[in-house]
């Protein structure tokens, strides 16, 4: 799996893997902060929402970084038909 990754930059998918982590624990966290500690919901949604953001440049952050780690690998290419050495007859 990762060779289907090698050479690509991986900033997109750690971006989307830090905002799905973000919406999933934002949501926990917010319903803790509203059940529990009877926070104020404009400062919940705030806070969510900054959970969200920071958690998503987090994975963009170590997506690019992770993509040098990965370099493409040469493909190796049949040979063509002018290198083929002329049929023996």
């Keep these: 799996m990762m060779n ?10 750690g971006c989307l ?3 799905t982590t ?13 059940a529990v500690f009877n ?3 404009s400062v919940i949604l705030w806070s969510w929402l900054i959970f969200i953001v920071v ?4 994975g963009w952050v ?3 970084r992770m993509s040098s780690r990965f370099p493409a690998l040469e ?5 063509s038909q002018a290198d083929a050495p002329p049929p023996q007859e």
């Design 55 to 58: 958690l998503g440049v987090i």
């Design 39 to 41: 926070i104020n919901l």
């Design 17 to 19: 893997i830090g905002v």
């Design 75 to 79: 493909e190796e290419t049949a040979p």
């Design 22 to 34: 973000g919406l999933i624990v934002g949501i926990i966290l917010a319903g803790v902060m509203a």
């Design 62 to 64: 170590i997506g690019d």
């Design 4 to 13: 289907k990754l090698r050479g690509r930059n991986l900033k997109h998918p």
